[in-house]
């Protein structure tokens, strides 16, 4: 489909104006062309950015700074330092779909009166195979694996598919990209959880203050992303997602605690 008979790309140009961010990813119009940088780079001059041609943004989207392999293309870990310009707008889609594939087709069904977003329990009670154990995830620890899974340190997709008893994402919380749906990484989590939920139960008594510790520990480690597992690792209990999911469940104990998660 050429550019001008793409609905959801004229639709979308239309919306930038002078300059969009979309996610990590700063577009700015210059005439007829449109330069995309990432938006920490947002006062620095052109010369100061490496100029990277359309083709390399999918590469440039494969890692981190740190080399480290990006599962999600949506998580807030897109490297900076680089300028890239479209020539047109059909540059401009190749080029969005490489840093983050299906979003403007994704943004473009969103701006329907009724999104095509599901429901956790209507998705996950369609899955086969080794994903049909995460439909036995009750209805809260689906909402806390949810809110861990998809907290903007993770993803900046707002998230529009639902979980019975959890909203989804307000507008100013992320950015126009749209979720429409669990995504395979969440699929992965909720089946270690479930797997996890299923384990023998141990005995942990601990005091408020020691409680409050640990979620101050867990919260020092996620702070600390060069130390932990790889994202997508769910594997892994030092994973992560796995950490927030642990610190949503201390949460909600019936305890008063000095530390809270982080918002």
Known sequence: MSAIANPALKAFVAQIGDELP???????????TFELRHVADRDRAPEELRELKLAELRGLAQFTARGAFRPLKSEPNLQNGWRSTAADEAELESALNRLYPGAIADWFAAQSPEPPATNY????????????????????LAAQLTRACCHRNYCLKRRLWTVNGLASDAAEEKSLIPCLEPCALLLELARKAMRIEQEEKMKLELSPGEAATLMAALQIALAQPASIAREADVDQPANPRRLQLLLEKLAALPIKLTVKPEE
Do not use: E, H, K, P
């Open 22 to 32: 979309l996610a990590q990813v700063l577009i700015r119009r210059a005439g007829a």
């Open 121 to 140: 329990r209507a998705f996950t009670n369609r899955q086969t195979g080794m994903y049909r154990i995460t439909a036995l995830l009750s209805d809260a």
